[in-house]
């Protein structure tokens, strides 16, 4: 069975500190882990995914087999990453589609 | 272009009612999906929808819930004699057929049930 961990449900930092979000996850097999985001009264969105390996709004996340985590990472953090945070385990459905299981997430607060 | 819709945004019910949850995908979205969130949990897939085939309901949680989608586009999550362990928000998503893994979503039903 798949399973995604975010230990923390609560990470405050203050502005220009770095963050770091954890993930880990088990799965018997070659894992895709995503990060989503769900913003102050916004719909939960895609924030990156490890195969692309990019860093989006200065955020890096690394895939680790042998330590099976996938942690969300930013050098500075600014007051516009307060959010809450998902980390998410790709598994495939019968017909093709992603069947998504997600952490049970981290809210992320940024302090001045 | 317009994004996941879905409709209520918050729906309220006594227990044993039967819901409607409804869901307007991305236009050109061929698999759509639902999800369920509920208090303090992550999201938890409930059901997976691809262009008209049969739908992957391994993630539906009793008999008491059951989704349709007609003409491939619009999708309706219906749970029976509702619990109030179903209070929760429940999320559909759609992703295009040209591949890639994004799921889009949508803003979600919060469902209460008293």
């Known amino acids: 069975a798949q399973r995604v961990t975010q230990p923390e449900k609560l990470l405050s930092v203050f502005k220009g500190a770095p963050v770091e979000l954890k993930c880990n996850y088990s799965?018997?097999?070659?894992?895709?882990l995503f990060w989503y985001v769900q913003y102050s009264r916004q719909r939960l969105q895609l924030l990156l995914r490890?195969?692309s390996r990019e860093s989006i709004k200065g955020f890096t996340a690394d895939l680790n087999k042998g330590e099976t985590s996938f942690h969300l990472k930013k050098p500075f953090a600014q007051e516009e990453d307060s959010a809450m945070y998902y980390c998410a385990l790709s598994g495939r459905l019968s017909g093709g589609g992603n069947k998504l299981t997600f952490g049970t997430g981290t809210q992320l607060k940024v302090e001045l | 272009g317009a994004g996941v819709s879905q409709s209520p945004s918050n729906k309220v019910t006594e227990k044993g009612k039967d819901v409607e949850l409804r869901c307007d995908p991305i236009s050109g979205h061929t698999a759509l999906y639902w999800y369920r969130q509920s208090l303090g949990q992550g999201l938890e897939f409930l059901i997976y929808?691809?262009?008209?085939?049969?739908?992957?309901k391994s993630g539906l949680p009793s008999d008491r819930f059951s989704a349709e989608r007609t003409g491939g586009s619009v999708s309706t999550l219906t749970i029976q004699r509702t619990q109030q362990e179903d209070s929760a928000v429940y999320l559909c998503?759609?992703?295009?057929?040209?591949?890639?893994?994004?799921?889009?979503f949508g803003p979600g039903t919060r469902l209460t049930v008293t």
């Open positions: 490890h195969i």
């Open positions: 929808f691809q262009g008209n085939s049969a739908p992957d």
């Open positions: 998503a759609s992703s295009p057929p040209w591949g890639g893994d994004e799921q889009y």
């Open positions: 799965y018997s097999g070659s894992p895709e």
